[in-house]
């Protein structure tokens, strides 16, 4: 049985739209590119937008749709709580990440109330989604060209690290996150993008520099998730994988030419290598592998004290902390101090057992929708998310939070089958 994407395309004849909705539609999907306090105000404003105009059509969301958006939401209720009764000394940091978490909670409730004519108008614009990836990626490796190419640095070495530093420097956005943009771009433009005539090879160009810039970020997670979506996609439609010749061969190509050409994705993959042979003398900031390890590992030494209760969310960095301070001690140097680079150790630390059984709760129910309604995107979102929260904790920054609020909620709740009620 091959999956569809859901039909999202709306018909003009049987929906009219003002044209500053589709312009705010339009602003919603690239908020998250703005500078950091600029994306809150926009998507304030944007969703503000919204339910005015649901406000103005008399439609209201059904109960159902209410409680599904409190279970969304559900992980955030567990930081407000746990922020009130966090001791004073840990309170401060236990509000920073309720505050940073709050899209958490909002987009579902938000896209729970808009109308459902809206939430399409929006999924219908993602191709700016896919703009806004080509251009920031475009302008972040200019950037690095133009400073470190161009006009390199006196004893300055040009590696993967100086690269995505650069990167960050030039964009803001952590190159994991980017990885993520990305591949959820890619996804979007096979998926939902079906052109015909010379608009087909269009589409596999801005397939190739998406592959390109991704491949050239080389973040593991989001790339090892593209793989296994790739992969899927070759078993579901293994009977017919002739009429994709033209695109494997060009996408396929594009991917051999950047691993040759560009030397920071052989080093990326080099450094992978240590996965399989570190030594204990080994300098590990020297090496991301080697340093996400003893990240590992050190959060699960500290779970297996507090794996049932927790530590509370304001005292999760300094438990860490206190570990990696004694690491540095036995290394004879600072091996520095990380956040817990898990989404699921941050709950399960944070909260013990009830965490991660309302964090996994919150992943099924969206797992569940996807298949239910057959959303294809929306699959592939859940892909990336659920493996790169393996190694990156994407809720406690306002890139990843607010990117996870806004696509997930609104995939879920188009899907859904709202029954609005019209009142005079």
């Not at 103005?56 to 958006?69: I, M, N, S, Y």
């Not at 030397?263 to 900031?285: C, K, V, Y």
């Amino acid at each position: 049985m091959t999956a569809t994407a859901p039909n999202t395309t709306l018909s003009s004849a049987s929906v009219q739209y003002a044209r500053p909705d589709v312009w705010v539609a339009r602003l919603l999907v690239v908020c998250i590119f703005l500078p950091a306090h600029l994306q809150v105000f926009v998507a304030i404003g944007t969703c503000g937008w919204f339910i005015f105009r649901t406000v103005q059509l008399r439609q209201w969301p059904h109960k159902v749709q209410l409680a599904a958006a409190m279970l969304l939401g559900s992980g955030y209720f567990l930081y407000l709580i746990g922020a009130f009764l966090s001791p004073p000394q840990y309170r401060h940091y236990a509000f920073l990440l309720v505050e940073r978490m709050a899209s958490l909670l909002a987009m579902p409730v938000v896209f729970a109330f808009i109308a459902q004519q809206f939430r399409l108008l929006i999924v219908n614009q993602f191709r700016f989604f896919v703009y806004g990836c080509l251009l920031v990626a475009t302008y972040g490796h200019l950037w690095f060209v133009w400073h470190y190419v161009l006009h390199p640095q006196p004893q300055m070495a040009l590696s993967h690290v100086l690269f995505r530093n650069s990167f960050e420097d030039a964009t803001g956005i952590h190159p994991t996150y980017m990885g993520v943009y990305l591949v959820f771009a890619l996804c979007i433009t096979a998926i939902t993008w079906q052109p015909v005539g010379r608009q087909v090879w269009v589409r596999y160009a801005m397939l190739a520099v998406l592959l390109v810039y991704t491949l050239s970020l080389f973040a593991k997670s989001p790339l090892m998730a593209l793989g296994g979506i790739m992969l899927a996609f070759l078993w579901q439609q293994r009977k017919q994988l002739g009429t994709y010749k033209v695109p494997a061969i060009i996408l396929a190509g594009v991917g051999v030419g950047a691993t040759l050409l560009i030397p920071f994705i052989r080093q990326r993959a080099a450094e992978m290598l240590g996965l399989f042979h570190q030594s204990p003398s080994d300098n590990l900031i020297q090496n991301s592998v080697h340093m996400r390890r003893l990240i590992w590992n050190t959060d699960v030494t500290l779970l297996q004290h507090y794996w049932l209760g927790g530590v509370g969310p304001g005292r999760v960095l300094q438990a860490l902390h206190q570990h990696y301070f004694f690491h540095s001690l036995y290394r004879g140097y600072s091996v520095g101090y990380y956040d817990p680079h898990s989404q699921y150790f941050a709950f399960w630390l944070a909260f013990g057992i009830v965490g991660i059984l309302v964090f996994v709760g919150m992943l099924l129910a969206q797992v569940r929708n996807a298949l239910l309604h057959r959303n294809v995107l929306y699959g592939c979102l859940l892909v990336v998310l659920v493996i790169t929260f393996f190694t990156e904790t994407m809720l406690a920054r306002q890139q990843g939070v607010l990117f996870y609020g806004i696509f997930t909620a609104l995939l879920f709740f188009t899907g859904s089958k709202p029954r609005p009620t019209h009142r005079q």
